[in-house]
């Protein structure tokens, strides 16, 4: 296994649509190992594979949030959301490649997705709670969207600036 970089917005490589992924084989497998080790060394609760430069559709979460809670490292393949309730709620949102930005989201509360598994199986499943905010969130980055696209433009520029400046201090030391 190994870290990959995680790339900060904003990057060209954030805002666009992956590919899907057409087959289910041991570098994908290696490539899933590799996107949760970085997630929880990040640490945080859902990678997707474009933050890593990675354009396949593809993400890994894991949203057990008590420090003692059981791992629950889930792999998505080709995820898509079938169902979502008309029920709303907010989430304070963060993204691993806009690092120490937090903003609400309004999104759906519930969402059922289907997905292909490492195994190459069917999965379906429904969604609440923190879950169900993530894994929009993740699947948003397959589509080249972020979390801040769903902010007023005022508030988004604020934050891109912030990253812009992160990205320049970065790149300096
Ligand atoms: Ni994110």
């Known amino acids: 296994m190994a870290l990959r970089n995680i790339l900060i917005h904003p990057d ?31 640490p945080g609760i859902g990678l997707a594979a474009p933050q890593i430069a990675v354009m396949s559709r593809m993400l890994v979460m894991d949203c057990a949030k008590e420090e003692a809670a059981t791992p629950e490292p889930m792999v998505l393949i080709n995820p898509e959301i079938v169902w979502s309730s008309d029920e709303r709620n907010v989430y304070e949102e963060g993204c691993l490649s806009i690092p120490e930005q937090y903003a609400e989201v309004e999104r759906p509360t519930e969402v059922e997705v289907k997905w292909t598994d490492l195994n190459g199986a069917s999965k379906r499943e429904r969604f609440d709670g923190l879950w169900a905010t993530c894994v929009q969130h993740e699947i948003d980055h397959l589509d080249g969207k972020l979390f801040i696209d769903y902010l007023k433009p005022l508030k988004r520029q604020m934050i891109t600036r912030k990253m812009q400046k992160l990205k320049r201090e970065m790149a300096r030391s």
């Open 12 to 42: 060209p490589r954030l805002k666009k649509v992956t590919a899907p992924v057409s087959s289910v084989n041991d570098d994908l497998r290696r490539l899933a190992d590799d996107m949760l080790e970085t997630m929880y060394d990040a």
